[in-house]
């Protein structure tokens, strides 16, 4: 992944810290995308993953001591696959969830924050987007078996 944080900082490193488990919750445990799992996968959409709270898309947290945070900027398009963007229920309502595009989805665009994009890995995105589904939930576990920065 290539996160852009020259055009919006505090989604990348909210992103960052998720994937490196520098974050912690009020216990003070490490809390990440690490074990957490591909919740609902839409074929020729989207994969979204990042709720480490629930599994299940209804949980969500951010680095900033809330449980979401603004939009940062809409710059950034929608226009082709392997996009990395902001899940979200609304406007400023960014936390943990993300999802990453399998075609261009100009209908999200001023939407969903875009903040980073697939360098190395398509391959895997697009056999995760090809995983039998139930009403868009993956019939098999997805897990995030590693990651971190590099």
Known sequence: MQLFSNTVPRTAENFRQFC??????????????????????IKDFMIQGGDFMNGDGTGS????????FADESFERRHDEPGLLSMANSGPNTNGSQFFITCAATPFLNGKHVVFGRVVDGMDVVRKVENVRTIQDKPSMDVTISQCGEM
Request: net charge positive; with cysteine.
């Open 20 to 41: 490196t488990g520098e974050s912690k919750n009020a216990q003070g445990r490490p809390q990440g995308y690490k074990g957490s799992k591909f919740h609902r996968v």
């Open 61 to 68: 947290t951010c680095i900033y001591n809330s449980r979401s």
